[in-house]
Structure formats: C-alpha cells, structure tokens
C-alpha cells in the first residue's frame, strides 16, 4: 500500500521560504517520477514541479527560479524548497508519485496521492 504523507506547511510572509517535504513507503522513490501539485479552492489542481527517476527536473514557470525540487532517495523522501514566496503560491499542496505520468502537469496523469499540507503567503 503506497502511503504519501507530506509536511512542512505553514504561514510566511511574502518574501519568505519554507521547504516541504513528502516521506513515501510502499513505492520506492528511485523507481518513480515524483511531483509537486497545488490547489486552491474553485481552481484545477497544478503541476508545481516533477522530478524523474533520473533526477531531471520540470518546474511551471510560475515558480521557475524561486522553487527547486529534490529528492533523497535513501531516505525516500521528496523535498520542495520554496524562496521568494508570494501571496499567489497560497494553496495546499500535495505530492504524488507514477511510473511514468503522460504529461507531468497534468494531474491525472498521476496515480498516487499525498493528503496535503497547506501553505498560506500573506502580504
């Protein structure tokens, strides 16, 4: 049973950082493509970033420069530094892991998901 458990939300100020991370059992991140999602109430939810099992990395050009993915494979945990936040990064935020997603943005093409963690940018 593959098991998703993101943390490190919480509240900033724009301008600030904080760093997620998604600790996985029951699949074995260096077997997998891993990605990062956002969603706000009323809106799809969107590709944030994706890291193959390669280690190369897509990232929405809305966070290109101030997010960086990476991963640790022995520790099976995906992380999600985020620098230079802004009141429009506020969303929850999920992890979520596929053989091999058609189309990295694209939500469904994504078949294990994390519960969330919420991030809240103020002004």
């Known amino acids: 049973q593959v098991q998703l458990v993101e943390s490190g939300g919480g509240s900033v100020q724009a301008g600030g950082s904080l760093r997620l991370s998604c600790a996985a059992s029951g699949v074995t991140y260096s077997n997998y493509y891993i990605g990062w999602f956002r969603q706000v109430p009323g809106k799809e939810r969107e590709g944030v970033a994706a890291?193959?099992?390669?280690?190369?990395?897509n990232y929405a050009d809305s966070v290109k420069g101030r997010f960086t993915i990476s991963k640790d494979n022995a520790k099976n945990t995906l992380y999600l530094q985020m620098n230079s936040l802004k009141p429009e990064d506020t969303a929850m935020y999920y992890c979520a892991v596929d053989l091999r997603p058609a189309k990295w943005s694209n939500a469904g093409s994504w078949t294990y998901w994390g519960q969330g963690t919420r991030v809240t940018v103020s002004s």
């Open positions: 890291i193959g099992r390669d280690g190369s990395t």
